[in-house]
Nanobody, 115 residues
Framework: VQLVESGGGLVQAGGSLRLSCATS????????MGWYRQAPGKQRELVAS????????HYADSVKGRFTISRDNAKNTMYLQMNSLKPEDTAVYYC?????????WGQGTQVTVSS
């Protein structure tokens, strides 16, 4: 099973980024998925999750109203649209299954928000 995150970068506060998570096999289609992030010196945390069909989504309070999670099962890809970014959103972002992440994580994608 491969999880490949992309789309990160350096952006000014208030800007936007769209992250993508490409998966192999049936990982995406058969699982509730989540976006996680880990900031320097902090534990990895869940940012958002989405059900297998995409009808149910949940967000961490810190990103509600700013981030939108979505998925395209036909393309085996999940997305995270991030708007109104804040410096505290700076972290490495990962995708994985939810609520129990697989043991193997992808390399993540770095998001850096400058003030």
């Amino acid at each position: 099973v491969q999880l490949v995150e992309s789309g990160g970068g350096l952006v000014q506060a208030g800007g936007s980024l769209r992250l993508s998570c490409a998966t192999s096999g049936s990982t995406l289609k058969l699982n509730t998925m989540g976006w996680y992030r880990q900031a320097p010196g902090k534990q990895r945390e869940l940012v958002a999750s989405i059900s297998t069909g995409g009808s149910s989504t949940h967000y961490a309070d810190s990103v509600k109203g700013r981030f939108t999670i979505s998925r395209d099962n036909a393309k085996n890809t999940m997305y995270l649209q991030m708007n109104s970014l804040k410096p505290e959103d700076t972290a490495v972002y990962y995708c994985n299954t939810f609520p129990i992440p697989r043991n193997t994580w992808g390399q993540g994608t770095q998001v850096t928000v400058s003030s």
